[in-house]
């Protein structure tokens, strides 16, 4: 395997993994704020608004992984 | 017969479509005014500007006492705004008002005017080569880099504003040092490093989007036409939509933090209130 089939392969991988962690913290962030929206739905629009924060905070790791794969990508030689 | 041969028979039937490409990492320069290179992308933010100066022009110069439609769905639109912001803004949520809903203002348009079929097919000639005269400006990294460089500073500015130098004893505690507790001094450098990281989680979180949209949008025209994109095209539109409120939102939130009044700003974590504090967020 030549360097720039290894760099390929490494800018998939690095997405591809760093995307299951932040795809289950999405999945559970929204998961529990559909249970707590239907126990109170009086409480929706607090719940989305934390909820929103959660979704952003758990896409931050998948966009740390996509910046290293961009950098493989693009920037490393 | 499986979706993408359905997706490029149907493309076939639409004639004349333009050939849309990925767009590159860097914006393309178009022409130069002294030592300012002018992109593709800085000519898109001013398209922008001159969208929302019109729109606003345009509402604000028929004002009425019974508001018409449009102004009645200008008024609804702000309002909603005014009042997101001075309920999840806490003490300075109205003073912050005015740059929440700047910033989300602006990032809609620039986000909105990208998807608008066209936009990208404009082209200017540079020898052989044609170069998009327009690009959505947050699918470049300086455009985002800017903005969130300066949410960055504001936030240090408005921590300053209020608690005075105390401010810095989070990042770097040196009184912990004296008073045997050099935990607490490692632990304010890693608030440090943490202030950083969301230089690049802000600035990465919105061009990675944005970026990855337009990448999608010309990835489903190559696969499988141009009917297919509508779908994707729709989730493209929720992310625009969702990262522009959410640039606007974390904005506002940090600086919130960073003005609740402490009695001691290195010791949120202590003070017993339930506040959310600076230290429960990570960037």
Request: net charge negative; charged share 10%.
């Amino acid at each position: 395997m030549d360097a720039h089939a290894a760099q390929l392969l490494a800018a998939g991988l690095a997405m591809g993994l760093g995307a299951i962690g932040a795809g289950i913290g999405i999945g559970n962030v929204s998961g529990k704020a559909v249970e707590g929206i239907s126990r109170q739905p009086e409480l929706k629009n607090d719940l989305q608004q934390v909820m929103i924060l959660g979704i952003v905070f758990c896409e931050t790791v998948a966009i740390y992984a996509l910046v290293v794969a961009l950098i493989l990508l693009f920037v490393a030689k | 017969m499986h979706l993408p041969a359905l997706g490029v028979l149907m493309g076939g039937i639409v004639p004349f479509f333009p050939e849309i490409k990925a767009p590159p990492v860097k914006a393309e320069p178009i022409f130069q005014v002294g030592p300012l290179v002018v992109t593709n992308s800085m000519l898109g933010s001013l398209l922008a500007f001159l969208i929302i100066l019109l729109l606003i022009a345009a509402v604000s110069r028929r004002r009425e006492e019974r508001p018409g439609r449009v102004q009645a769905a200008v008024e609804l639109f702000v309002g909603g705004l005014y009042n997101f912001s001075k309920a999840s803004g806490g003490t300075v949520g109205t003073a912050l008002f005015p740059l929440f809903a700047g910033l989300l203002l602006w990032l809609l348009v620039n986000n909105w005017i990208a998807l608008i079929p066209g936009f990208g097919q404009v082209v200017v000639h540079h020898g052989a080569e044609a170069i998009p005269l327009f690009r959505a400006a947050n699918a470049d990294f300086n455009n985002t880099l800017a903005l969130a460089l300066m949410v960055f500073f504001l936030i240090h500015i408005f921590g300053v504003r209020n608690h005075g130098l105390a401010y810095f004893v989070e990042f770097i505690n040196i009184p912990a040092l004296f008073k045997g507790r050099p935990i607490d001094f490692v632990v304010g450098l890693f608030h440090t490093i943490g202030e950083f990281a969301k230089i690049i989680s802000l600035s990465f979180r919105l061009f990675a989007n944005i970026y990855g949209g337009e990448i999608l949008i010309a990835v489903i025209i190559g696969l499988a036409g141009p009917v297919a994109v509508i779908f994707y095209g729709l989730e493209v539109v929720v992310v625009a939509t969702i990262q522009a409120f959410i640039f606007g939102l974390l904005a506002l939130i940090y600086i919130s933090l960073v003005s609740e009044h402490a009695d001691h700003p290195g010791e949120h974590g202590e003070s017993g209130s339930h506040v959310p504090t600076e230290e429960h967020l990570p960037t």
